[in-house]
């Protein structure tokens, strides 16, 4: 199984930014992508970003803004600029594993963006 723990989400103000941290552990050799997804209130949960063996791959309404990144096979990181009030959600860390396909989810952090 992999385990997975989301950190650095937050309030802040539009036009600002937010880096958020996922960190892995468990069967950390067997994911081939991990991603970042959100979900708003009364919304369905979407795909943000995902990184697979370094290539990325983004949603239309945060490319040029959020940059996915991984660090070694452990942690994963979504650097957030120019920050909307429409991408006020949960964030949620994801981890897909090869084999299996089967998906992780961390436990979400929450980024509110508000004046």
């Known amino acids: 199984q992999v385990q997975l723990v989301e950190s650095g989400g937050g309030l802040v103000q539009p036009g600002g930014s937010l880096r958020l941290s996922c960190a892995a552990s468990?069967?950390?050799?067997?994911?081939?992508?991990m991603g970042w997804y959100r979900q708003a209130p009364g919304k369905q949960r979407e795909l943000v970003a995902t990184?697979?063996?370094?290539?990325t791959n983004y949603a239309d309404s945060v490319k040029g803004r959020f940059t996915i990144s991984r660090d070694n096979i452990k942690n994963l990181y979504l650097q957030m600029n120019n920050l909307k009030p429409e991408d006020t959600a949960v964030y949620f860390c994801?981890?897909?594993?090869?084999?299996?396909?089967?998906?992780?989810w961390g436990q979400g952090t929450q980024v509110t963006v508000s004046s």
């Open positions: 468990g069967l950390i050799f067997s994911i081939q992508t």
């Open positions: 994801n981890a897909r594993v090869s084999g299996s396909g089967e998906n992780y």
């Open positions: 990184v697979t063996r370094g290539a």
